[in-house]
């Protein structure tokens, strides 16, 4: 993925008109990128399990319910749709509603919808894998 992500960036960088800040263009390619891998991927319809997911966390035995918690969040996030995980992704790495709406072409208003609907969502979710429903 890394590497697809240098070769699109390569392609993209004469089309860079300055508009925006680098990283935020910088970032908007590797997103799409990784979209674009990501519906490549579930054509081929290929299952990941939590347990094999590449987010696994060691921890000592008083984090075991942080632990549990972040894998039924973990759990929730791949649940959503394809633009609700980017939103999600971009709030956990502190981008600014300005920073999304530049990345994700969504204007501010509406994402603030978005998160308010995704925010529900993940606690529906993550309260359906604490108690066993679904």
Do not use: C, H
């Given at each position: ?16 008109r ?36 590449p ?25 959503l ?47 359906s ?6």
């Open positions: 993925m890394f590497q697809e992500i240098i070769i699109q960036l390569w392609k993209a960088y004469p089309r860079f300055g508009d925006s800040k680098f990283s935020t263009w910088l970032y908007r390619i590797a997103l799409n990128t990784a979209i674009s891998d990501l519906r490549k991927q579930q054509r081929r319809i290929k299952m990941i399990y939590a347990e094999e997911a987010f696994n966390i060691s921890a000592d035995d008083k984090d075991s319910e942080k632990e549990e918690q972040l894998q039924q969040l973990y759990k929730a996030i791949a649940e749709s394809e633009i609700e995980k980017a939103i999600v992704m971009l709030y956990l790495e502190d981008k600014s509603y300005d920073e999304m709406e530049e990345i994700l072409g969504i204007n501010q208003n509406n994402l603030r919808v978005k998160m308010n609907r995704v925010k529900e969502k993940l606690r529906k979710l993550t309260k894998v604490e108690y066993g429903v679904g």
